[in-house]
């Protein structure tokens, strides 16, 4: 990958100094009372670095042990591990195995009173909360699995679920997958054109969708939006909505509430571990969502695994991960919990009513055990520390961060302060179609700042070069060398544009998409995403690094650098700067000189930004991702393409003003 390592290793060099005061070292406590530790007692091992090898060797062991773990029977059981006559790409595991994932769901926790114990811990934006025990939600699954059955939902059908996260988008999601039918999860943030998109592509038989709900004050009209895009849907043809005499939709419905109330039992439908209960669209570069699709004994088990093994949750602690139930992490946290037989803590509405502060203080209230954020959740938090850290936070034991790469800042603040340089941050990489994680942290070594303690047990993973050979102590595309279970089935009716995606660029090898470096102290470091990455005169360098070097909270709060066609250098780095407090009231001048003397400070000369622009506001997604295939097509004057998932669509348009005046200023 080049051999251009200056502006890696100037990184690498950079962070070195943090590592005495900011790792953190696992205790003898922690370490003996892991689910990891007993694991590998159990497999008869000697130590982590034996049971790593041991998991990627022999992934059938690893998963007898953790089928073991998660009291998982399949009825009837596998002959075989996998199945990968269709080759790699197309593995199947446990492919005759009985397994239906929200019958394990539903299971209580062993004991006599183990059906008393919360499942469900819900908030909104508004303060209401509400607790749901196992047997609560047995029943309430239950019903509701009968009440769709009884209008024609069955095995294979393609239901969509366009809801806020509350408890009935959970008995919903349990209800639909206990049937046999494919749940598509639906961003409650989408417009009508979005949904309408992603049913059709799956060619689904029904929606079933909340009335709506408030964020910041203001009412989601949830049902008008599912209204709107079935309208123009004739294979569509059921509708199910949540209503009350004052909020009805417009269109005839099945009313949620009167199908909930059925009172006749429903047994589960007999689904293979191969079966679809899922498909989670995810956005492509090209603008176009890919249908992931995930099967019963895939998504389901793999995050139960991580969560059990990688994030320690052990039966009654409580994962709180904020997220909307459209996105990956909503499903991920439902069915690892419920599945490890601890609580699942919600919030409906957004992050900063009254204050930023609002999820800390509700994982507070609810006792969370497991807590999860962004990197630019922690850089919100840490701008209003005094807002956010009140009050001691003693049931929180695991922080958890995933979906952005890791910046030193959000690292250190995340450890000192918000965890008291007492709690392991789990980083934690890997996407949608893989399930869980391909490189992460675990409580058996050491924890650096930003960095990777461990690729991920079970999954082969390395930074590989052009050619596809292994590669240390320079950047490489992170890659798995063998399929493993969670992986997508592919992508619901484009089984080509899989194949081409994660396994066309190296032989029989899933290639992630993105860059990373391998250490030579046997750390990981993710610096970005391998089609973002900037290659200004020859040299390679990561847009996270650059972002890294150019946030610092004062004069430029938030940043996103991209690269675009240039006739001298190949490609010429452009940098959008979000104003800090300290940047005054006309920034532009400041920022800009402030952007170029840091990166070439600390990067060189050569890495100067060919225009920076100071912007009120980034593109993002509403969970705080950045969205940089937008930020160049804005620059770049483009059509955006997919814009459902931005937080506020009418920004790029903004942006893409403010560009073409910068770009008629520079000619």
């Known amino acids: 990958m080049g051999g251009h390592l200056s502006s890696f290793q100037l990184e690498v060099n950079s962070m070195n100094k943090f590592r005495n005061q900011d790792v953190w070292f696992p205790t003898e406590e922690i370490s003996q009372a892991s689910n990891l530790t007993a694991l590998i007692k159990r497999m008869g091992l000697a130590d982590y670095d034996s049971f790593l090898r041991e998991t990627i060797e022999n992934p059938e062991h690893y998963w007898q042990e953790t089928l073991r773990h998660l009291d998982i029977v399949f009825n009837p059981p596998a002959s075989a591990f996998v199945d990968e006559q269709n080759g790699p790409m197309w593995a199947r595991f446990f492919p005759d195995a ?106 689904a038989k029904a929606i079933i969708v909340a009335h709506g709900f408030e964020r910041k004050g203001r009412y989601v009209a949830l049902a008008e939006i599912a209204i709107e895009a079935v309208a123009q849907l004739p294979s569509c043809s059921l509708v199910v909505a949540y209503d009350s005499e004052a909020q009805k939709p417009s269109v005839s419905h099945h009313r949620w509430q009167a199908l909930a109330g059925t009172t006749s039992s429903q047994e589960a439908a007999k689904t293979l571990a191969v079966d679809p209960c899922m498909i989670i669209y995810t956005s492509g570069t090209s603008g176009k969502p890919k249908g992931t699709i995930h099967l019963h004994g895939g998504f389901p088990l793999r995050v139960a695994q991580d969560t059990a093994f990688v994030f320690d949750f052990k039966q009654g602690d409580r994962y709180f991960w904020p997220s909307d139930m459209g996105w990956m992490v909503g499903p991920y946290s439902t069915f ?79 450890f000192h302060r918000f965890g008291e340089s007492k709690l392991p941050i789990i980083n934690y990489t890997g996407g949608t179609e893989c399930s869980g994680a391909i490189l992460t942290n675990v409580v058996l070594r050491p924890i650096y700042p930003c960095r990777f303690n461990s690729t991920t047990p079970g999954v082969d993973a390395h930074v590989l070069d052009d050619a596809g050979n292994t590669i240390q102590g320079e950047p490489g595309e992170l890659a798995i060398r063998r399929p493993f279970n969670g992986m997508t089935a592919g992508f619901w009716g484009d089984p080509k544009r899989y194949v081409e995606t994660y396994w066309s660029c190296i032989a029989n090898t899933w290639v992630h998409g993105d860059l990373a470096l391998h ?97 009120p506001t980034l593109i993002k997604t509403r969970n705080g991702k950045l969205v940089r295939r937008l930020a160049r097509q804005a620059w770049l004057g483009q059509a955006p393409g997919d814009l459902s998932a931005v937080e506020n669509p009418a920004v790029f348009d903004q942006v893409v003003e403010i560009c073409a005046l910068k770009r008629a200023g520079a000619g």
């Open 98 to 203: 009985g397994f239906n994932v929200a019958e394990s769901c539903l299971r209580p926790p062993p004991g006599e009173q183990g059906g008393s114990h919360p499942a469900i811990l819900a908030e909104d934006e508004q303060g209401r909360s509400e607790s749901v025990t196992y047997d609560q939600l047995s029943a309430r699954t239950r019903a509701l699995a009968a009440g769709l059955s009884s209008i024609g939902i069955g095995k294979g059908d393609r239901v969509g679920l366009l809801f806020p996260s509350t408890s009935d988008a959970v008995v919903t999601l349990l209800a639909v997958v206990y049937l046999g039918a494919v749940a598509v999860p639906l961003y409650s943030g989408f417009g009508a054109d979005a949904v309408l998109r992603r049913l059709a592509d799956c060619e």
């Open 336 to 414: 690892a919990s419920l599945m490890l037989k601890g609580a699942l803590v919600l919030y409906s509405g957004a992050p900063d009513v009254p204050n930023i502060g609002r999820l800390r203080a509700t994982a507070v209230r609810q006792g969370v055990t497991h807590f999860g954020t962004t990197p630019t959740a922690i850089r919100s938090m840490a701008a209003a520390e005094q807002t956010v850290l009140v009050g001691a936070a003693p049931c929180i034991r695991i922080l958890m961060s995933g979906g952005e790469v890791m910046d030193e800042d959000a690292h250190t603040w995340l």
């Open 519 to 615: 250490e030579d102290d046997d750390q990981f470091l993710l610096l970005g995403r391998s089609d973002d990455v900037m290659k200004i005169s020859g040299r390679r360098v990561g847009p996270a690094e650059i972002e890294g070097i150019v946030i610092d909270g004062r004069i430029v709060s938030d940043a996103v650098s991209f690269g675009v066609p240039n006739a001298l250098t190949g490609e010429a780095m452009i940098v959008f700067a979000v104003p800090g407090p300290e940047a005054g009231h006309e920034p532009e001048s400041k920022i800009e000189q402030y952007v170029n003397d840091v990166i070439r400070q600390k990067m060189g000369t050569s890495y100067r930004p060919y225009a920076v622009i100071t912007l």
